[in-house]
């Protein structure tokens, strides 16, 4: 099977969804390229068609090759209770904060 950006996008939302049923802010991180930002609108679509008051605090589009993620930390750390939605390519992880 060849998965797309919006296959991508819409599955984590509802892997998401399904693990986390009651989570309402999430905080993203994806790929700065088309990939990156197709994902993210895909998801964003979908995760508010499953949770409609579902409030997204806050993107992260580190560029491709970076090393250093402490920034990118740093912004998430300040949202409390949120569910972070990561995508790395085609490996996708979720986990609670």
Do not use: W
């Amino acid at each position: 099977m060849v998965v797309n950006t919006y296959m991508e996008g819409r599955g984590q939302a509802r892997r998401i969804h399904r693990d986390f049923p009651n989570a309402k802010k999430f905080y993203c991180f994806n790929q700065d390229y088309e990939f990156g930002y197709r994902e993210q609108a895909a998801f964003e679509e979908e995760i508010k068609r499953l949770v409609p008051d579902a409030v997204i605090v806050g993107k992260a589009f580190p560029k491709l090759g970076e090393t250093d993620y402490f920034p990118f930390k740093a912004s998430r750390t300040a949202s409390v209770s949120v569910v972070p939605a990561f995508s790395i390519a085609a490996l996708s992880v979720h986990m609670a904060s």
